[in-house]
Nanobody
Framework: QVQLVESGGGLVRAGGSLRLSCSAS????????MGWFRQAPGRQRELVAT???????SYADSVKGRFTISRDNGKKTVILLMNSLKPDDTGVYYC???????????WGQGTQVTVSS
Protein backbone atom coordinates (compact mmCIF):
# COMPACT_ATOMS: atom_id res chain seq x y z
CA GLN A 1 0.00 0.00 0.00
CA VAL A 2 1.24 3.47 -0.91
CA GLN A 3 0.01 6.83 0.36
CA LEU A 4 0.56 10.03 -1.60
CA VAL A 5 0.20 13.54 -0.20
CA GLU A 6 0.37 16.62 -2.40
CA SER A 7 1.18 20.18 -1.39
CA GLY A 8 2.01 23.49 -3.01
CA GLY A 9 -1.10 24.46 -4.90
CA GLY A 10 -2.58 27.93 -4.78
CA LEU A 11 -3.62 31.01 -6.67
CA VAL A 12 -1.22 32.69 -9.08
CA ARG A 13 -1.45 35.19 -11.90
CA ALA A 14 -0.84 34.20 -15.49
CA GLY A 15 2.88 34.09 -16.18
CA GLY A 16 3.69 33.12 -12.61
CA SER A 17 5.13 29.95 -11.15
CA LEU A 18 4.16 27.28 -8.65
CA ARG A 19 5.94 24.28 -7.22
CA LEU A 20 3.94 21.17 -6.40
CA SER A 21 5.34 18.47 -4.16
CA CYS A 22 4.17 14.90 -3.61
CA SER A 23 5.43 12.84 -0.70
CA ALA A 24 5.01 9.09 -0.82
CA SER A 25 4.98 6.62 2.02
CA UNK A 26 4.67 2.87 2.03
CA UNK A 27 6.10 0.25 -0.23
CA UNK A 28 7.43 1.60 -3.49
CA UNK A 29 10.33 1.06 -5.85
CA UNK A 30 12.55 3.46 -7.75
CA UNK A 31 11.34 1.85 -11.00
CA UNK A 32 7.72 2.73 -10.26
CA UNK A 33 6.31 5.44 -12.49
CA MET A 34 5.30 8.60 -10.71
CA GLY A 35 3.47 11.47 -12.26
CA TRP A 36 1.02 14.32 -12.13
CA PHE A 37 -2.45 14.52 -13.59
CA ARG A 38 -4.90 17.39 -13.53
CA GLN A 39 -8.62 17.84 -13.83
CA ALA A 40 -10.37 21.06 -14.74
CA PRO A 41 -14.08 21.61 -13.97
CA GLY A 42 -16.24 19.74 -16.46
CA ARG A 43 -13.28 18.02 -18.06
CA GLN A 44 -11.67 14.60 -17.82
CA ARG A 45 -8.56 14.01 -15.81
CA GLU A 46 -5.52 14.36 -18.05
CA LEU A 47 -1.87 13.44 -17.84
CA VAL A 48 0.55 16.29 -17.19
CA ALA A 49 3.93 14.60 -16.70
CA THR A 50 5.50 11.33 -15.62
CA UNK A 51 8.93 10.25 -14.48
CA UNK A 52 10.66 6.96 -13.84
CA UNK A 53 14.23 5.76 -13.53
CA UNK A 54 13.83 3.56 -16.59
CA UNK A 55 12.01 5.93 -18.93
CA UNK A 56 13.02 9.36 -17.71
CA UNK A 57 10.56 12.25 -17.90
CA SER A 58 7.72 12.81 -20.33
CA TYR A 59 5.24 15.69 -20.68
CA ALA A 60 1.92 16.51 -22.22
CA ASP A 61 2.37 18.74 -25.27
CA SER A 62 0.47 21.53 -23.54
CA VAL A 63 3.09 21.87 -20.79
CA LYS A 64 6.34 21.07 -22.60
CA GLY A 65 8.93 23.76 -22.07
CA ARG A 66 7.02 25.24 -19.12
CA PHE A 67 6.79 22.41 -16.56
CA THR A 68 9.58 20.30 -15.12
CA ILE A 69 9.08 17.06 -13.19
CA SER A 70 11.78 15.69 -10.91
CA ARG A 71 12.09 12.92 -8.39
CA ASP A 72 14.07 12.13 -5.27
CA ASN A 73 13.87 8.40 -4.63
CA GLY A 74 15.64 8.65 -1.30
CA LYS A 75 13.03 11.07 -0.02
CA LYS A 76 10.18 9.40 -1.94
CA THR A 77 9.22 12.76 -3.36
CA VAL A 78 8.21 13.96 -6.80
CA ILE A 79 8.20 17.66 -7.67
CA LEU A 80 6.38 19.52 -10.43
CA LEU A 81 7.80 22.95 -11.16
CA MET A 82 5.35 24.99 -13.20
CA ASN A 83 6.48 28.15 -14.96
CA SER A 84 4.75 30.56 -17.33
CA LEU A 85 1.40 29.44 -16.00
CA LYS A 86 -1.72 30.04 -18.07
CA PRO A 87 -5.40 30.16 -17.06
CA ASP A 88 -5.84 26.87 -18.94
CA ASP A 89 -3.53 25.25 -16.36
CA THR A 90 -6.21 25.74 -13.70
CA GLY A 91 -7.45 22.55 -12.09
CA VAL A 92 -6.97 20.03 -9.34
CA TYR A 93 -3.56 18.41 -9.64
CA TYR A 94 -3.20 14.80 -8.54
CA CYS A 95 -0.06 12.87 -7.77
CA UNK A 96 -0.03 9.35 -9.15
CA UNK A 97 2.11 6.26 -8.70
CA UNK A 98 1.91 3.21 -10.93
CA UNK A 99 3.77 0.11 -9.91
CA UNK A 100 5.95 -1.54 -12.55
CA UNK A 101 6.14 -4.80 -10.63
CA UNK A 102 2.58 -5.47 -9.60
CA UNK A 103 -0.66 -3.79 -10.54
CA UNK A 104 -1.02 -1.10 -7.92
CA UNK A 105 -2.12 2.38 -8.98
CA UNK A 106 -2.32 5.04 -6.29
CA TRP A 107 -3.60 8.62 -6.16
CA GLY A 108 -3.17 11.53 -3.84
CA GLN A 109 -6.07 13.65 -2.64
CA GLY A 110 -5.31 16.47 -5.06
CA THR A 111 -4.24 20.08 -4.71
CA GLN A 112 -5.97 23.06 -6.34
CA VAL A 113 -4.10 25.26 -8.79
CA THR A 114 -5.83 28.42 -9.97
CA VAL A 115 -4.28 30.73 -12.55
CA SER A 116 -5.94 34.09 -12.99
CA SER A 117 -5.76 36.10 -16.18
Amino acid sequence: QVQLVESGGGLVRAGGSLRLSCSASGRMSSVDIMGWFRQAPGRQRELVATISDMRGASYADSVKGRFTISRDNGKKTVILLMNSLKPDDTGVYYCNLRQVVGTGVYWGQGTQVTVSS
